[in-house]
């Protein structure tokens, strides 16, 4: 079986739609998106709360697929002198949330009423987990992916609490403390696998940071009021983030959300 | 049904106009508009957001779309023909109710409150539904519903009573969403 499997050999059935994230950014659309007119915070005060919530959802559930590819790839990309037994017994763990997680959000997708494959979805997140170094592809999914899954999912439990949703605020605070665990992992395997090697650490974090850089969408992840999904500091702090990083994050997300070309994701 | 669309050639989506008018004329006989009603629709192909509101003066009616509405959610900027029908079935239930005496004297649309519209559009989408047998996205206004009435049985209650209703006015609406 080969190593280091290209985003575009994923396998999905029929009812998947794959689009680039690329002509996202180049949507001809984007130019003429007025100043201020975002979709802003996912609450249900918003005209569209439903369907944005949905969207999100769906993203959600895609990114479980991507987050249990990933996990899953380092299980078998590396041998154990290049990744610890141990780093992929926990990666192993990881599938089996991610895949408990996949079935919850289709079952929440279904409860919201959306399909499966209903909007398209983007490789985005596996491409973070396709580095061929396992600390690089550790930041990539362990901190970075599963960082914005934090920030997802608290957005999405504070969604369903303030519309009295209690079927998506319960899965969502469920999933989310797995994603807490799963960040956790991430930070304390940076830490002992580049323990004596600096050098090494300050590469991985760096591409974190590129990795989170693409993952605040031009600030449609940040701690902006027009941000649809906020940056959760406490969560990130309970996983190990640091507040200099988490203020990083959220400065990147600040500046790239007044570049031009906004646009939101999907899936 | 006298059609019209503006504007008559797209630049930046893979819409039609010819195909916009074509749907329109099916969908406004499918929910009995009269044929001297005159229907024109308004795309901002500039807008991907999805709001698509309407406004009725004597018996012509303006729809105004943003082109997300339009929008296929699966292929960028390309035209969905099963979206651009509950749209537009959406839209001109609303004008069709609002030309029959009977069904009372809503709101203008931008003065309905969301909750209005979760009721109104759960009542067009519910007959379009039953007139086509199609599903007409039940699950999704469910859910749009619920967040405006509640996650509760009394809130459900209300939305069958609307989806599955037929010959409801405008007072029959507020009643049904007004909890006991």
């Known amino acids: 079986m080969r190593k280091s499997f290209p985003a575009s050999d994923l396998a999905r059935d029929s009812r998947f739609r794959r689009a680039r994230t690329e002509d996202r950014f180049e949507d001809p659309r984007n130019e003429y998106l007025p100043q201020g007119r975002r979709p802003g915070k996912l609450t249900p005060e918003r005209p569209d709360a439903a369907h944005a919530a949905r969207q999100m959802m769906h993203g959600i559930f895609v990114g479980e697929i991507q987050a249990l590819e990933g996990a899953g790839r380092t299980v078998w990309d590396f041998d154990d ?24 959000s289709v079952k929440l997708g279904d409860w919201m009423g959306t399909g499966i494959g209903e909007f398209a979805e983007t490789a985005f997140l596996y491409q973070a987990a396709c580095n061929p170094d396992p600390v690089l592809r550790l930041t990539g999914v362990n901190r970075a992916l599963e960082g914005l899954a934090i920030d997802v999912f608290n957005t999405m439990r504070e969604f369903g609490q303030a519309c009295g949703d209690p079927v998506l605020e319960f899965c969502e605070d469920w999933m989310l403390a797995d994603e807490v665990t799963h960040v956790k992992m991430g930070s304390d395997w940076l830490r002992r696998l580049t323990e004596h090697d600096p050098e090494r650490r300050e590469r991985a974090l760096e591409f974190q940071r590129v990795v989170d850089k693409l993952f ?17 500091r406490t969560f990130r702090k309970m996983a190990g983030f640091g507040d200099a990083e988490i203020d990083t994050i959220a400065a990147d997300a600040r500046d790239d959300a007044d570049e031009e070309g906004w646009k939101a994701p999907v899936g | 049904m006298i059609v019209t669309v503006d504007p ?26 009269p044929d001297d009603v005159r229907v024109g629709i308004e795309v901002d192909e500039k807008s991907p957001f999805g709001k698509a509101w309407g406004a009725l003066s004597g018996r012509s009616a303006t729809l105004s779309v943003e082109g997300g509405a339009f929008e296929d959610p699966q292929r960028l900027r390309q ?60 699950g999704k206004r469910r859910y749009a519903f619920r967040i405006r009435h509640g996650f509760d049985d009394a809130s459900d209650r209300a939305f069958d009573q609307l989806w599955y209703g037929s010959g409801l006015s405008w007072p029959d609406i507020e009643k049904i969403c007004t909890p006991a």
């Open chain 1, 81 to 104: 002198t290049e990744a610890p037994f141990a780093l992929k017994l926990d990666m192993a763990r990881q599938c089996w949330d991610e895949a408990r997680h996949t079935e919850i």
């Open chain 1, 216 to 232: 605040s969408f031009r600030g449609f992840r940040g701690e902006g009021e027009d941000s649809p999904i906020q940056l959760a």
């Open chain 2, 8 to 33: 008559p050639a797209f630049s930046l989506v893979y819409f039609d106009a010819g195909r916009i008018a074509a749907l329109t004329g099916e969908v406004g006989a499918l929910v009995g508009l």
């Open chain 2, 79 to 138: 035209f969905s023909d099963a979206g651009a029908r509950l749209v537009l079935a959406r839209l001109l239930y609303r004008v069709a109710d609002r030309l029959d005496p009977a069904f009372g004297d809503p709101p203008a649309d931008p003065d309905l409150t969301k909750a209005e519209h979760a009721a109104w559009d759960a009542y067009s989408l519910g007959r379009y539904a039953a007139r086509t047998g199609l599903d007409a996205g039940q």
